[in-house]
C-alpha cells in the first residue's frame, strides 16, 4: 500500500516552506517537486495515514488493502474543526463514509 497525491487538487501548502504532508511523515518520505508534493519511496509508506488526515486540501488518498476494502479502495478523509469524515472510494463505484468526532 502507499498514499496517492492527486497533483490536480495538491497546491503544495504555499504558505509554508515544507508542505504540511512533509512534515508530518514519520518516514520522511513525501517531498515538494516543484510546488507539488511526491511520494519518494512509496514501499516504505508504513500506511499511517497522517498526510491523508494532514492534508489541507483534501489532495491525498491511501490505497487499501483486498482485507480492509478490496483492491483499488482509497481511503480519503474531510475534516472540519468538529468531526472528520472518512471516505471509502471502493473501484465498483461504491463510497461509504464514517463520522469521527
Known sequence: M???????????????QEGRCERICPGNLIAKEGEKAEMKRPAECWDCAACVKACPRNAISLYLPEEIGGQGTELKVQQNQKRSLWIFDKEDGSRKVYKTG
Do not use: L, T, V
Not at 502507499?2 to 503544495?12: E, L, R
Open 2 to 16: 502507499a498514499i496517492k497525491i492527486d497533483k490536480s487538487i495538491c497546491d503544495g501548502c504555499p504558505d509554508y
